[in-house]
């Protein structure tokens, strides 16, 4: 049994650890803490955890998250940062799913989270967790900055077309118009995310420029082996899980037989979470509710030069806490998929 | 021309106002205020209102109250109470949608609302703000309190059973089962209304005791003219406006020949803004969005001795902003519908 | 491995079944029928099952259900009643999710389901599906009527109060006043659940009298050994998933000193799938979501004689599917949680 | 007074037709028909209308829809087509909310709506009912194909960036990336817009070919008096009025230095119901919920070579009746504005 330590357990990352550890069956959570809540049993936080999950958070202070295997942040950008080391010279794992891990240039990272980074030395170190792209990496890792909620859909739908270096699509004109539910924006107490507010509605977010954009940019670059360009819309839609991301790229002339179709069922083929949908479909988020999954679907209308590609997953799961227990599970040589085989909650 | 002003505009009641008064006619918004926000036109917060508003908050203090003819109170409790006495001394009249001027008994006031209430002699002028009840006073009127958006609904739903004295109903064991849209809850950040929250959920709160409870006994009592015991269990559902009321009362045994769908139609045939809707149906709160209007059905399964009584408002319309300006033509001899003659926005 | 037929996949709690059985461990399903789809995988229709579930529907003719160990009947009303005679006959165990083998007597029956009953030996036979009061008579049983939505949650939470003919409340003045997510109208294409009819709007239906009406009281006097009566008030709220039952009852007055609160953590106390809360929570529709569990409080206001009971449950999974699978574990001898353990998905 | 006709009056467009023709002041409401339920007081359907619309439903044939000086038809396509000649031969203006006078290649609309259209002289002579388009033709015209909900606001979109010829962006490789509310897809009973599936839920449909598209392609041709390719990918989401359009144009290397925000608000700096944002802002669907307005925002990130442009229209308003009633006050010489002064429903 893996000891496995959450470092901020009170936002919708860590309740869904928690709801995936609890039934993991080779992982315990032997430490959730929370500074604010010390003593107060997870469970009375969450509800949806009484009878499942009988910890009680504890103070980062007193936890002993050394005598841990692996550390999870779910905390606020910044957090994992101060740390990390500390844990990873005890020889803990360290699993990030906030930012501080994420971005390779540390002027990047200070540019779009506004702080200083602190730790360049294991920002060189660390791995990107996005197991399709990293998954050799990540086995071998001992410190994970998670892909984004964002940019794992990004990065998984484009992935085909630009692996290896390929010269299929223009990589300098990439857009993602991408829809998130609200849940991505975490559980922060804020008006533009109350119900009154971002029901029934919906709107574009950080056109100007998104902290996920960079990230996206430099996964890509690093897929293709050559410079990508994207441009990255958000939009917050009235849903509480699920991401949409509508790509669309550009096919060289060179590239035009293409069977688009079967480059991604063969890319995806041995994925164990990358469901390449038939010819024709349009996936939709709740059809991955829930679940660790990403579904896929390309199009290209009138077999013109544009390509479509849809891709959905649920921002908790697969674009959040499912991807890093998958990490997890890479790290420790567990079956990929243990705690993971969840079906979708539909409707 | 009415010269108005709000003081708190930045709240949902507050919008709701210059969506109102904007059209009204007879009124002209004078002044909004908002210490935190003085300066910037009330559009650029609400740019629903872009095109049809276009005054700017300003700050209480240099605020041009006391030339207004009459101030709305769009605030939090205790707001008004601090101001109300400066105002009406100038000449100003006030209507105050929060909860100052309610409760008669400054003990009550106290324990619900946590703070000592100071200036009980103008709590004694204070009219309670709910026409259908209180038509006449309200005419005179330089105080109002306004009614409570839950015991609006409430009240209206029981006055035909209740009022000069009548013995219809078992007055001590009455129950109103509400639920409630997530606005009812205010445009304040917290975590409980986000829509990660309260979307898709549904639950009851405030059981114990809810402050509307107080309200709603000292208001059915009055128009009773007898103490009138009731329990209150609100819910919050997952809609943006709306009250729905489910009341019920049992029938006395002397009172079980009685014709209550005529009762409840005689009760409120002159009332511009209550609609006793035809026996058997079942109002929904989508039908009033947006609308002064507040829709009743009186049911009694199977002739039995139990009456069970549907209300539907839009709790800021109706149930708040609505009314209150219904309150303001009738203190300044307008027509009462004057700026009301919304037609409900379905779908 | 329990050999599993599904007769009506189409629906939601017969995708719901599929989610469920698809993770059992100790079921297979070996048809799912649909006359209409046959031919089509499962997930053809339902994209959640892709990966999870690779069956095919099948026609009710060809479809092998004699071979089964139980058919569950996912089905409109009707259907069991003409199919379970030859089933039960091949030694096939039958559980109807409708409501065929609910009424057990034909009249009432007739009454509300505008049809006749066509086996009033088997309705003899039948026992009725709700295993915290039934359990034993189902583990021997070879048909089962399983309780309806409303009626697991309604008799689950007044069960304490009058199981083994307790004298603690007024037995002829129940109130239940429910809410439900719109799923619980099936998927059927009708214009009164259409998102946009259904969406962001409240409202009570069925007042008059509603199917479920019987069946509750129908229960409650069998749980308590003499007459009950009950007034039901449904009511439509836009979620998609869940129900909360607000009940109302009168404490006689020689019972004013019982501790309700340990009345009904007594009676729950072996139950795997009901939650007693602590004193004064109030539960969470959504702190059941895509799980088995009923969550319950009790509420007494002021220490008065009104007894506030409050109980959510998933109408697709205690109230319709995950009880059946409850039930068919007890009918086949396995643990009564196998299958069940999922912990509900929050937010 | 303008005696108006509306031929099906049961659906949304219809419904909100009645919303907005009966505060109008200037029209009245001589005929709404419906086959199915003619005889049924409208407000008998639909609940919000009580007391603010006191007509009925007529059979078409008893209709004196030839005494009416406009006639409205909100039916399903292919109506219109078979009713405007007799009524444009008795002298009577008719506006099609349908697709019947959209398209102006008779085979196109044969491609499209599968059905031979059969007064292809008066699809030559109809003016499509885009008013920030078509003012003048409109003005003069007797029979109006109104532009469809999606293609309002596309073209509204790309107008300032083609109209005249201008050369600033490609025109071949135009992406309109649209989001729409579930009212938009009418008030049917189908399984798709259940609530319990399009709740909670996100996806892309028609992706390989959607009626919009030539529509858009004609439309914005005609503005730019030049061929115009554009992909057009529609979403669902879950929110029910509202559109929100997402416009991707490659900005030309000669036109680099262009102003757009200037170009933009110079375009539509006369029009009533365009309101272009600051330059910075995001739209929002619901600010204009329940009114005629379309907000536009334009964007370039980075000062790049991608413009963005945003725009929101209610898809019942503006992208269907409010912009018919708009073309009905043209057609007549009345106000532009008249019945259209509505302030936008937020929360």
Chains 1, 2, 3, 4 share one sequence.
Not at 7 to 34: F, M, N, P, Q
Not at 285 to 296: K, L
């Amino acid at each position: 049994m893996i000891n496995v330590g959450i470092v901020g357990g009170t936002g919708y990352t860590g309740v869904e650890l928690l709801r995936l550890l609890s039934r993991h069956g080779g992982a315990r959570i032997k430490a959730v803490t929370s500074r604010k809540e010390a003593g107060m049993p997870v469970a009375d936080m969450f509800p949806s955890l009484r009878g499942c999950v009988d910890v009680a958070f504890s103070s980062p202070d007193d936890s002993d998250l050394k005598q841990c295997d692996v550390v999870f942040f779910a905390t606020p950008h910044g957090v994992a940062m101060a740390q990390a080391r500390e844990l990873l010279e005890a020889g803990v794992k360290v699993i990030d799913l906030a930012a501080d891990f994420r971005l390779k240039d540390p002027e990047e990272f200070q540019k779009w989270y506004a702080m200083a980074h602190t730790c360049t030395d294991l920002l060189a170190e660390a791995v990107y967790g996005l197991p399709e792209v990293n998954r050799e990496a990540i086995r071998k890792a001992r410190l994970i900055g998670m892909a984004g909620c964002y940019p794992t859909s990004v990065q998984l739908g484009f992935k085909p077309l630009l692996d290896g270096g390929k010269k299929l699509i223009d990589t300098q004109t990439l857009i993602a118009d991408c829809k998130s539910g609200v849940s991505g924006a975490g559980r922060k107490a804020e008006v533009g995310t109350l119900f009154a507010e971002a029901g029934d509605n919906f709107k574009a977010y950080g056109v100007k420029g998104h902290r996920h954009s960079p990230e996206m940019i430099q996964g890509l670059t690093a897929i293709h082996g050559a410079p990508v360009n994207l441009t990255f819309v958000p939009h917050l839609t009235p849903l509480i899980r699920g991401i949409h991301s509508t790509l669309y790229a550009r096919i060289l002339p060179e590239a035009r037989d293409t069977d688009f179709q079967k480059l991604f069922e063969d890319c995806f083929a041995n994925e164990p979470f990358v469901d390449v949908m038939p010819a024709g479909a349009t996936p939709e988020t709740r059809s991955v509710r829930g679940s660790n999954y990403a579904r896929i679907a390309v199009h290209r209308p009138g077999n013109g030069d544009l390509l479509i590609i849809l891709v959905v997953e649920d921002n908790l799961v697969k674009g959040a806490s499912g991807q890093a227990v998958q990490v997890m599970n890479l790290m420790f040589g567990l079956p990929e998929q243990q705690g993971l085989d969840i079906v979708p909650l539909l409707p």
